[in-house]
């Protein structure tokens, strides 16, 4: 497989806008009180007040905290931020490494879990949908957030297969029979495997997830309905650049993608 490239860009005029008006703004765009999350969505971290340039990534990890420092970022807007529930509290170790160089060179911290897989056309979900071709037909599961439509013409489970190896530039998961005629496919990126017997319900030939369980491999042979893992990574690089590109074009501000690779 061919590999991604480390950087893809969106940039525009450089323009500056406020910490706070950028907060508001994606606020209103991706409706965070909507959701029961895992963890905050929005403003993690505060940073400095004037925002030019605005570096996003899928994870807020060491690496992507220190390539926004090299190209002198002022936000970090990311899929996965901090703070989740179920993990240790405590600014120890890696945490205080990774508060430490955003504190010290003034950077904020926006992160949106569930808003940014939700949202109707910059979600994960709906921008998957659109590298792959698929047309979107409905919402299901808990707060609705997985997505599921129809392929453009009746296809073979491992040809749909390829297309997303070759879309993803990852080698996905197959389980099921390779020779099973897909039509209607249900899909819920990143770690969405207990969304399989939601989807089970809405009639699709195939469930799209990042990752898989265990349990969801038996599901998939006892139902008959096939499973694609494509990776949590994979899956969920394209709702933040989409953010990313209507920022720049809605503010004037520079905006890069930044991709840390990731085999998950």
């Keep these: 497989m061919q590999k991604m490239s480390p950087k893809v860009s969106t940039v525009s ?7 706070t008006v950028l907060r508001d703004y994606l606020e209103a765009l991706l409706q965070p009180t909507r959701f029961r999350d895992y963890c905050p969505n929005g403003l993690q971290v505060e940073g400095r007040s004037e925002v030019r340039r605005i570096v996003c990534g899928v994870t807020a990890n060491q690496a992507l905290i220190d390539a926004a420092i090299a190209t002198k970022a002022d936000a970090i807007l990311v899929h996965h931020g901090w703070f989740w529930k179920s993990e240790d509290g405590t600014v120890t170790g890696h945490r205080k490494l990774r508060m430490a160089s955003l504190l010290a060179h003034d950077i904020n911290l926006f992160a949106y879990h569930l808003p940014l897989d939700a949202h109707p056309e910059l ?8 590298r792959l071709g698929w047309q979107i037909t409905g919402r299901f599961g808990e707060q609705e957030i997985g997505f599921n439509g129809v392929l453009p013409a009746p296809t073979g489970a491992s040809e749909v297969a390829k297309h997303v190896a070759k879309t993803l530039r990852r080698e996905p998961l197959l389980i099921g029979d390779p020779d099973k005629i897909i039509t209607r496919i249900a899909w ?9 017997e939601a989807a089970l319900v809405t009639g699709a030939d195939m469930f799209v997830s990042g990752e898989i369980s265990e349990q969801t491999v038996h599901l998939a042979r006892e139902t008959g309905m ?12 394209y709702g933040v650049q989409a953010v990313g590109a209507q920022l720049a074009k809605t503010f004037g501000v520079e905006v890069e993608y930044i ?4 085999p998950a």
């Design 259 to 262: 991709d840390i690779d990731n």
């Design 226 to 237: 096939s499973y694609l893992a494509a990776g949590h990574h994979a899956t969920e690089r």
């Design 188 to 196: 819920c990126t990143g770690g969405a495997q207990s969304y399989f």
């Design 123 to 130: 979600g994960n979900n709906a921008q998957l949908a659109v």
């Design 13 to 19: 005029a450089v323009s500056t806008l406020t910490r």
